[in-house]
Structure formats: C-alpha cells, structure tokens
C-alpha cells in the first residue's frame, strides 16, 4: 500500500476524531455511516481509518463514487451522499482525471469534466470554497463542513449533514 504522506495523516486523523462504525470490514455488513472517496482510497481508508467506504479498488460502489464527483449540481451529488457521513475531496481539474471519470460513467461531450469546466461541479466548488447558491440565492456548502485539510492543501475531508428543505436550484 503506497499512499500520499498527507493522505496517511488524514486518515490517521479520520480513525482518531471520527466515531467508530461497525461492520467496515466486511461488503454486506450495514455500517452505522460510509465516508465517500475516490475509489482508489478505498482499502487505504478501510485498513487506516477503520471505517466503512462507498467505493474501492474492487470496483464496489464505483459508479456512486463517479456519480458524486462528476455531478454538476446539488441534487446529483446530495443523490449519492444517503448513507455518508464524510466526504474525501478530489481534485478533479487534471485532465487526466477528468477523463478516466468521463470515459467510466460515459459523459456527454460538453460535461465540466471534458470541457475543463471545473468550477461547474458541485464538488470542486466545495473543494474551492465556491458554494452553490440555495433555493434564497444565499450561498451554502449544502451541508459539508470542512474538519481536515492537508498543510499542503492537497487533501481535504468534510463531514456530511443532509440538508434540511425541499428545494435545489
């Protein structure tokens, strides 16, 4: 296992100052909450943290995982967050990134995601402290609440409360 010393010290961090869940290591147990993250994450956060994941190496939970970090606007990304309490934020402003992400959930050609357009996903603008506006036009994080960031700023975690209301923009 090869990870990113400051993704080490953030999962470290998570399995400190996180409640514990049940049932992490085992696919049909039903943890207490799951932490959405990259789908190569997975084992790292599972072995690490000790806490249950959407998505891992293993293709389990793959295409919620891409679903939430493709999505460009609060109602698809709030879809994929039901059972989830934290939220790993990935940069996907790298090309590269972008299109392993466009390729697997087969995007359209003019998605964010294809035409550079990062600042139009729900995620990215999270990540950037670029919140949506709510259905008032006042600008919310639509319930992610940063608790880590990296000193370096390339990893950031937030904890995840549904919003309360009806209305998305």
Do not use: C
């Not at 010290?9 to 932490?35: C, F, I, Q, R």
């Not at 995620?123 to 940063?146: C, K, S």
């Amino acid at each position: 296992l090869t990870i990113a010393d400051s993704t080490y010290e953030m999962l470290v961090d998570l399995g400190k100052n996180s409640p514990p869940t049940a049932g992490y290591e085992h696919l049909d147990a039903k943890p207490e909450y799951a932490l959405m993250a990259p789908w190569d994450m997975g084992h790292a956060i599972v072995y690490l943290a000790q806490r249950a994941v959407v998505s891992d190496p293993f293709g389990h939970g793959v295409g919620r995982s891409y679903r939430y970090y493709a999505a460009e606007n609060p109602r698809d990304a709030l879809a994929e967050l039901a059972d989830v309490r934290y939220v790993v934020a990935q940069d996907v402003s790298h090309p590269v990134t972008g299109k392993i992400h466009a390729d697997y959930l087969g995007l359209r050609p003019g998605h964010a995601m294809l035409s550079g357009q990062w600042q139009r996903l729900f995620q990215m603008r999270i990540l950037t402290d670029l919140p949506f506006a709510d259905e008032r036009g006042r600008p919310t994080t639509w319930g992610h609440r940063l608790v880590y960031r990296s000193e370096r700023g390339d990893n950031s975690l937030y904890e995840f409360t549904p919003p309360q209301g009806p209305s998305f923009p």
